[in-house]
């Protein structure tokens, strides 16, 4: 496993270690021990959650302002443009984004810890987008910041609007959105 920081250092990029050959591959999508040894993360996963997104589907930028998950993220088909702010205000980097493409192909995967807010962008003609998280999803707890505030200023690579859901449409600024401590 190859870690990688990020400019919020609580963000980690995981690449797993690839075993190929003409057959195919194999690699460890998730091995709690190394993520303990390796970065220090030993979260409890209970839940695990995939979507499928069409081409400029644009998903969040969604978070739990109580029961906040963590999250292990990692694309299983295509390519998504995947976006984490950190909604800490304690912290030195509230505010600030962290954007990374996943893949396939690359077969990275991102680490977020509670407190930061998801999102991406599906590149390809499809994407799927598996995650595991640390707590459960309460509807009545989720938020959702606006994917295209300019006070987050996310280079999101669009070629035209993205395609929304009712509730992504609706998401508030930062400065008037709920936040963690």
């Given at each position: 496993?190859?870690?990688?920081?990020?400019?919020?250092?609580?963000?980690?990029i995981?690449?797993?270690?690839?075993s190929?050959?003409d057959r195919?591959f194999?690699?460890?999508?998730?091995?709690?021990?190394?993520?303990a040894q390796?970065?220090?993360?030993?979260?409890?996963?209970?839940?695990?959650?995939?979507?499928?997104?069409?081409?400029n589907?644009?998903?969040?930028?969604?978070?739990?302002i109580?029961?906040?998950q963590?999250?292990?993220?990692?694309?299983t088909?295509?390519?998504?443009?995947?976006?984490?702010?950190?909604?800490?205000?304690?912290?030195?980097?509230?505010?600030?984004?962290?954007?990374?493409?996943?893949s396939?192909?690359?077969?990275?995967m991102?680490?977020?810890?509670?407190?930061?807010?998801?999102?991406?962008?599906a590149?390809?003609?499809?994407?799927?987008?598996?995650?595991?998280?640390?707590?459960?999803?309460?509807?009545?707890l989720?938020?959702?910041?606006?994917w295209?505030?300019p006070?987050?200023?996310?280079?999101?690579?669009?070629?035209?609007?993205?395609?929304?859901?009712?509730?992504d449409?609706?998401?508030?600024?930062?400065?008037?959105?709920?936040v963690?401590?």
């Open positions: 496993m190859n870690v990688i920081e990020t400019e919020i250092r609580e963000i980690v995981i690449e797993p270690q690839v190929g050959d195919g194999v690699y460890e999508s998730f091995n709690r021990r190394l993520l390796k970065i220090g993360i030993d979260a409890d996963f209970v839940q695990e959650n995939h979507s499928r997104s069409a081409r589907v644009l998903r969040g930028l969604h978070y739990q109580q029961r906040a963590g999250k292990l993220v990692r694309a088909a295509g390519v998504v443009f995947d976006v984490t702010v950190d909604l800490r205000r304690s912290s030195s980097t509230f505010g600030r984004h962290v954007a990374i493409r996943l396939a192909e690359n077969k990275r991102v680490w977020i810890p509670p407190g930061f807010a998801h999102g991406f962008l590149l390809s003609d499809h994407a799927e987008v598996v995650y595991k998280l640390t707590d459960y999803w309460y509807p009545g989720e938020r959702t910041i606006a295209n505030d006070e987050l200023a996310i280079p999101w690579p669009l070629a035209q609007e993205p395609q929304l859901s009712a509730k449409k609706a998401g508030a600024r930062l400065k008037d959105g709920e963690y401590a």
